[in-house]
């Protein structure tokens, strides 16, 4: 009688530990599926998609491709609004930006283990690409147990890169994997990681340094507590983080600011939301679209019109006719002088 074969779900995030993960513990005859969760706050993809400058860059979703790499299905959730309550109300606090990191590492491993699907499927454990020391908010010998205690998933939460380091887990007692195979990585050196990835014939992953989420970006998180700060309330909607991700972000006043595009493809995208915002364009010579946020109130339409006309190629001259759109559609035309970069000061920039 032939044994049961044991199931696992892994937490795909589409870096090159996800994939070193699946892939180890698919070669030990574990029938492997990928789980990736989309919160909204994603790198890979975004400004690349975007940005006319990166439109020779390759895009694709690292995690699909690294569940093509691997041989596996994937299944892709949004979570976008489950997520919020991490972000805004993280029990284990922040990292060294707004990333909630040990927070999301127990929501993604609990909703993965609380998946009403894996349960009606049969699968057995949950596999992740965690490294001891790799992460100094969620990724320390320490946090490794209220991970797997906090998410629900105890002792079926198995991480084959470092699971030498720590106890030994269900699958492993049980015998579904072999534990001589796995392996006692630690620390930030990806050189081993790199290693086992050569030897299982991965020639091209993602970056293996960088982050997969915004949160963890010290800029982005400027711009994202600021959204806060000046809105009066700690809340966001998806078309709100994905501008924070696009053009340059001027404050002049608390009240308003500026979102101005950078280049062609941001011009194109930007223009997708003039029926929410405010929009402003110099039209008399080629310059950026820009999105005011907020209310203006007396003289600052003016005011916005000559950053606006900074940024474009009648910097330089005396006076730039710029095109105001509103919401409704109306449409006004101001002749301005643009500000020298002398006038635009520091502490505008989000």
């Known amino acids: 009688m032939s044994q049961q074969q044991r199931k696992a779900v892994a937490l795909i995030s589409g870096g090159l530990d996800s994939m070193l993960a699946a892939r180890v513990i698919k070669d030990q005859g574990i029938h492997v599926e990928g789980i990736n969760f989309f919160t909204g706050f994603c790198v890979e993809g975004h400004t690349h998609a975007i940005r006319q400058k990166d439109r020779l860059k390759q895009k694709r979703n690292n995690a699909l491709w690294v569940a093509e790499q691997v041989g596996i299905k994937l299944h892709i959730i949004d979570v976008i609004e489950e997520y919020k309550d991490i972000v805004l109300n993280p029990v284990h606090g922040y990292g060294q930006n707004l990333n909630p990191c ?35 908010k969620s990724q320390r010998k320490e946090t490794m147990p209220i991970i797997a205690r906090e998410s629900g998933a105890e002792e079926r939460l198995l991480r084959p890169l470092c699971a030498k380091n720590l106890p030994p887990t269900l699958p492993e007692r049980e015998g579904w994997v072999n534990r001589d195979d796995l392996f006692d990585f630690h620390g930030r050196n990806r050189k081993p990681q790199m290693a086992l990835a050569e030897k299982l014939g991965f020639s091209e992953y993602a970056q293996p340094a960088g982050g997969c989420c915004f949160l963890t970006d010290k800029t982005y998180s400027s711009k994202l507590a600021d959204l806060w700060q000046s809105r009066g309330e700690r809340n966001y909607e998806f078309d709100d983080i994905m501008l924070l991700k696009v053009g340059r972000h001027i404050r002049p ?90 006038e635009i000061l520091s502490s505008w920039y989000v």
């Open 102 to 136: 040990l927070d999301c590492k127990i929501f993604m491993v609990n909703k993965a283990q609380a998946w009403a699907w894996m349960e009606e499927n049969q699968f057995d454990f949950i596999i992740t690409g965690e490294v001891i020391g790799q992460r100094p």
């Open 253 to 342: 006043k608390p009240h308003y600011k500026l979102i101005i595009s950078r280049e062609e493809g941001e011009n194109h995208y930007l223009s997708g939301y003039r029926k929410e915002f405010i929009s402003l364009e110099s039209i008399s010579c080629k310059g950026p679209l820009a999105l005011l946020d907020g209310v203006p109130r007396d003289g600052d339409i003016k005011q916005a019109a000559s950053i606006v006309a900074r940024y474009g190629q009648g910097r330089d001259l005396t006076e730039v006719l710029v095109e105001v759109r509103m919401k409704d559609g109306s449409v006004d035309e101001l002749r301005v002088k643009p500000l020298s970069s002398d």
